[in-house]
C-alpha cells in the first residue's frame, strides 16, 4: 500500500493542490515569483470566451454521449444476436471496431484529417461526390469543424462504450425474453421492457466515462483542427493547455484547471453512487 | 402472421447490415489511410475510389523509417511504454491486493480516492508537475516522463487488479498461512500465479494506453531525439501536411501499427480487463 500512497501524495494531492494555490496568483510561466490574488478567477470567469469554450465543450460532450450510446448499443445488441444464434463474424468485427480505440489519439486526429479533407484524397467527400451529393467543407467552417471532431470522437469512443454493453447483454437471463415470448411480446416490446431497463446501471456508467474522456480529450483534436477554425473547436482542456503553454498564464490555466478538477469530482461522486446501487462497492 | 422462421431471417439479414455498416464506418477510415500509404504523390490526388493504386510503393515507409527518425520515436514510446506499465504494475498489484484482502479502516474510502484520481485529467496534474520538473532540471528526462506515466496508469490497473483478486477465493491464501507461509509469501506463492492472466490483461492494457499518452510527454519533452511516437507524429504532420499526405499516411501506419498489433493478438486479455475495471469495481 505504501508505494500507492506515495504516488497518489507526489503525483495527484501535491499537483491539485498546488493548481488550486495557483490558481490565486498571478503566476506567470516566464516569471519564477508572483503574488496571491483573486483578479484571476474575476478575469477568467468574467471572459467572454470561457463561456464559448465551455459551449463548445458541452456540444463536443453531449452529442459523443448520445451517438456513443446509440451505435454502442446498436453494435452491441447485433453482436449478442449473433452469439445466442451462432452467428459468424463477430470477433472479426470487434476487432475492427476496436482498434479505432487502441490507437494513439493523435493518430486518430490525423486519420480523420485525411479521411475529412477538402483536397481530391478526402474520403468523405470522394463518398459524397460518388452518391450525388455536394462537397462539405469538413474543417473549414466552425460549424463543420465540430461536427467533425464529434464523428471522430464517437469512431474513437464507440468501441468502450460497445464493449461494456455488449458486456451487459450478456448478463440478462434468456429466461426473460423466454417469458416475454410466451407473452405475446414482440421483439421491440422486449427489448423495450427488458433490454433497456436491465442495460440500465451500464448505460448510466457509460455516460460518466464517456464524459470524462470526452473532456479529456485535445490530442485528437490538435492535428485535426488545432482548435479551430477560430477557436470553434477549442475544448476546456484544449483552452487550459492554451492559456498555460502559449498565453504563458499558470494562473489562468490553473484556474481552469481548478474547474476540470470540480467537474471531474462531480463524476466520480456521480459513479460511485451508480457502484454503490449495484452492489459492486 | 409472419412464421418464425422468416422473422428470424429478416433478424439475422438486419444483424449483418449492422455489421457491414460498422465495418465500413470504423475500418474505412482505416483502409483508406493504408491506402493513401502505398499511393506514389502523383496517385494521391486522383479523384478515385479505389483502395488498390495502378503502382503501389513502399518508398513512404522508407522515407519516413529513414529520413524522419521514426525508428527513434518508436523506440522512445516502446521504452516508455513498457517502463510505464511495469512500474504500474509494481505499485498497483501489492496495493489491489490489500484493497481486495484486509479489511482496515478506510478501505472503502480510499478506494473511491482511487475512482476519483483516475478521473482527474492528466493535465491538471502536469501543469505543477512541469514547474518542478523545470526547476528540478528533469524536463527532457525519460526518467521522469516514465514516473509520470506510472503515476497516470496506477488509478486504473489498481482498480482493474482489484477485480481479478476478487475472482480469487480469499480461502487459498487463508490455507497457505496456516501452513506457515507469511502474508507476503502467501501472496507471492499462491495468489500471484493465479492472477497471471489478470495482470497480462492489466499491462497489456496500460501498454497500449501509455503507448498513446500525448499530454505527458507533449509538455515534459522537447528535445526530439526524446520524443514519442505520438509527438513526433504530431510534429511530423505539421511539417509535411501540405506537401506529401502520402508520407503523413505511412508514418500514421506505422504509429497505429503496434498498438493495434498487440490488440488483435491479446483481445481476449483486453476486452476481459475493460469490462472488469468498469463494471465489476
Redesign the interface.
Known amino acids: ?1 505504501a ?2 500512497l506515495a ?2 501524495t ?3 494531492l ?3 493542490f ?2 488550486l494555490r ?1 490558481s490565486f496568483t498571478n503566476a506567470s ?1 516566464q516569471r519564477p515569483d508572483y503574488a496571491y490574488t483573486l483578479h484571476t478567477y474575476a478575469s477568467v470567469l468574467s471572459d467572454p470566451v470561457l463561456y464559448k469554450v465551455i459551449r463548445t465543450t458541452a456540444i463536443f460532450v453531449l452529442a459523443s454521449i448520445v451517438l456513443q450510446l446509440v451505435l454502442g448499443l ?2 452491441a ?2 453482436a449478442n ?2 452469439r445466442r ?1 451462432r ?1 459468424p ?1 463477430i ?1 472479426f ?8 480505440w ?6 486518430i486526429g ?6 475529412l ?1 477538402d ?3 478526402g ?1 468523405a467527400n ?2 459524397f ?2 452518391a450525388g451529393l455536394g462537397n462539405v467543407p469538413w474543417l473549414s467552417t466552425p460549424s463543420m469543424a465540430l461536427i467533425s471532431i464529434i464523428i471522430a470522437n464517437v ?1 474513437r469512443g ?3 462504450s460497445m ?2 454493453q455488449y ?2 447483454l450478456q448478463s440478462i437471463p434468456d429466461e426473460l425474453y423466454e417469458a416475454a415470448e410466451v407473452d405475446g411480446a414482440s ?1 421491440l416490446q422486449s427489448f423495450w421492457y427488458i433490454t433497456i431497463p436491465q442495460l440500465r446501471p ?1 448505460l448510466l ?1 457509460n455516460v460518466i ?1 464517456i464524459t ?1 474522456a470526452t ?2 480529450t ?2 485528437m483534436i ?2 485535426l483542427t488545432g482548435g479551430g477554425p477560430g477557436q470553434a473547436t477549442e475544448v476546456l ?1 484544449l483552452r ?2 492554451n492559456v ?2 502559449r498565453e504563458y498564464s ?1 494562473a489562468g ?2 484556474v481552469l ?1 481548478v474547474i ?2 470540480l467537474i ?2 462531480a ?2 461522486v456521480g ?2 453512487r451508480l ?1 454503490r446501487s449495484e452492489g ?2 | 402472421m409472419r412464421s418464425r422462421k422468416s422473422q ?1 431471417r429478416i ?2 439479414a ?3 447490415l ?2 457491414a455498416l ?2 465500413v ?6 483502409l ?2 493504408l491506402s ?1 500509404s502505398i499511393r506514389t504523390p502523383q496517385d ?6 479505389r483502395l488498390i493504386p495502378e503502382t503501389p510503393t513502399l518508398e513512404n515507409y522508407t522515407e519516413v523509417l529513414y529520413t524522419a527518425q521514426f525508428t527513434i520515436y518508436l523506440t522512445n514510446s516502446l521504452k516508455l511504454a513498457v517502463a510505464g506499465s511495469v512500474g504500474a504494475m ?3 498489484a ?2 489491489a491486493y ?1 484493497f481486495s484482502r484486509l479489511s482496515f479502516r478506510g478501505n ?1 474510502a480510499l ?7 483516475q ?11 512541469y ?1 518542478y520538473f523545470a526547476r528540478l532540471n528533469l524536463l527532457d528526462s525519460h526518467l521522469s516522463t516514465a ?2 506515466y ?3 496508469l ?1 488509478p486504473l490497473a ?1 482498480w482493474m487488479l482489484k477485480g481479478f483478486f476478487d475472482g480469487i477465493p480469499p480461502d487459498l491464501d487463508d490455507a497457505a498461512m496456516v501452513d506457515g507461509c507469511t502474508r507476503f509469501g502467501a501472496f507471492r506463492r499462491v495468489t500471484l500465479p493465479l492472477i497471471l492472466p489478470g495482470l497480462t490483461s492489466v499491462f497489456v492494457l496500460t501498454a ?1 494506453l501509455a ?2 499518452e ?2 505527458v510527454p507533449y ?1 515534459l519533452l522537447s528535445e526530439p531525439s526524446l520524443l514519442p ?3 513526433g ?2 510534429n511530423f ?1 505539421g511539417n509535411y ?1 501540405e506537401t506529401s ?1 502520402q508520407v ?2 505511412a ?2 501506419v506505422l ?2 501499427l503496434p ?2 498489433a ?3 493478438v491479446l ?1 481476449r486479455f ?2 476481459r480487463a ?2 472488469s475495471g ?4
Open positions: 500500500m508505494p500507492l504516488v497518489v507526489l503525483f495527484y501535491y499537483p491539485a498546488e493548481v495557483y510561466l446498436v453494435v445488441v447485433a444476436r449473433a444464434r452467428l463474424g470477433v468485427v470487434r476487432s475492427v471496431v476496436l482498434s479505432a487502441v490507437m494513439p489519439g493523435v493518430v490525423i486519420v480523420w484529417a485525411i479521411v479533407n483536397a481530391s484524397y474520403l470522394l463518398l461526390a460518388a469512431w464507440t468501441a468502450f464493449i461494456l458486456a451487459g421483439t451500464i456508467i466515462l470524462i473532456l479529456n485535445f490530442d490538435l492535428p482542456a487550459t493547455y498555460i503553454f499558470l490555466g490553473a484547471a476540470m478538477l471531474s469530482l463524476l466520480t459513479y460511485q457502484l459492486a462497492l | 428470424r433478424g439475422d438486419l444483424t449483418y449492422v455489421f460498422a465495418l464506418f470504423f475500418g474505412g477510415p482505416l483508406w489511410v493513401l494521391v490526388y486522383i479523384t478515385s475510389l509494481v505499485v498497483s501489492p496495493a490489500a472503502n478506494l473511491i480516492g482511487v475512482l476519483a484520481l478521473m482527474i485529467s492528466p493535465l491538471v496534474v502536469i501543469i505543477p508537475l514547474r514516473m509520470v506510472i503515476a497516470i496506477v489498481t497500449i503507448w498513446g500525448f499530454i509538455i511516437i505520438s509527438i507524429i504530431l504532420q501536411a499526405t503523413v499516411a508514418g500514421g504509429a497505429m498498438a493495434i498487440t490488440f488483435v483481445q483486453i476486452v475493460l469490462t468498469a463494471i465489476k469495481g
